[in-house]
């Protein structure tokens, strides 16, 4: 909303400048006018721009999700009665109200696969209220994994 409104507001201003710009010049007869209207032209795509990157910034550098939230949603998991740890969480926003969560969860040993993905769709549903009004399902990503020292078990 915020970038149609910039954009066309620019753009009205610039061809009132723009008009203005020519008509001055073309009743005195000096170019310094158009150049000068242009040049303010130019000081207004440049402001609506910087505006716009301000306003823009966290989805442009992908930025994570507020602590606050990140810790809820640390504590929605590690509360889950089927999690034995979480290992890694990640957030990051894909849009005004969207974000993409992933998160690297242990699951207690003797789970049986059906009982981990139901433990995986509650997840999922109790983390969406908490991502954004825009977050589906298939933005949250629950992965089981094992522990580190489970690798580290294996690998030796």
Do not use: C
Not at 25 to 31: E, F, I, L, V, Y
Not at 52 to 58: D, G, K, R, V
């Amino acid at each position: 909303m915020t970038t149609v409104v910039l954009e066309d507001s620019a753009a009205l201003i610039s061809l009132v400048i723009a008009a203005t710009g020519l008509e001055l010049s073309r009743a005195s007869g000096d170019a310094v006018w158009d150049a000068a209207a242009s040049a303010t032209i130019g000081a207004i795509l440049i402001v609506v721009a910087l505006l716009l990157a301000f306003e823009n910034y966290s989805l442009i550098i992908g930025e994570s999700m507020s602590p606050m939230t990140q810790a809820r949603i640390r504590d929605l998991i590690v509360a889950d009665p089927a999690v034995d740890d979480l290992m890694a969480l990640h957030t990051m926003h894909i849009g005004p109200h969207v974000v993409l969560v992933v998160a690297q969860v242990k699951f207690r040993g003797e789970l049986r696969v059906a009982d981990i993905e139901a433990a995986v769709s509650r997840l999922e549903r109790g983390i969406m209220p908490l991502a954004g009004a825009q977050t589906t399902r298939r933005m949250i990503v629950i992965e089981p994994t094992p522990s580190r020292r489970d690798v580290a078990a294996a690998a030796s």
